[in-house]
């Protein structure tokens, strides 16, 4: 079971609207989006571990 944890995000406007556009596009929510962006971003950065994806 995965664990979820909430955290409140404050961000820029013109910026959630383009990742909404960019969601939307690629068939995700926006809260999926970002967790899709932020997981890329650990996975370039070699921050997960190989049985994540």
Same mark, same amino acid.
């Given at each position: 079971?995965?664990? !979820? *944890?909430? *955290?409140?995000?404050? =961000?820029?406007?013109? !910026? /959630?609207?383009?990742?909404? =556009? /960019?969601?939307? @596009? +690629?068939? $995700?929510?926006? &809260? %999926? #989006? =970002? @967790?899709?962006?932020? $997981?890329? *971003?650990? #996975?370039? +950065?070699?921050?997960? %571990? &190989? &049985? +994540?994806?």
């Amino acid at each position: 079971m995965e664990k !979820i *944890y909430q *955290y409140p995000l404050k =961000i820029d406007k013109e !910026i /959630i609207d383009q990742l909404r =556009i /960019i969601a939307k @596009e +690629q068939g $995700r929510s926006l &809260n %999926k #989006q =970002i @967790e899709f962006i932020l $997981r890329q *971003y650990l #996975q370039n +950065q070699n921050a997960l %571990k &190989n &049985n +994540q994806s």
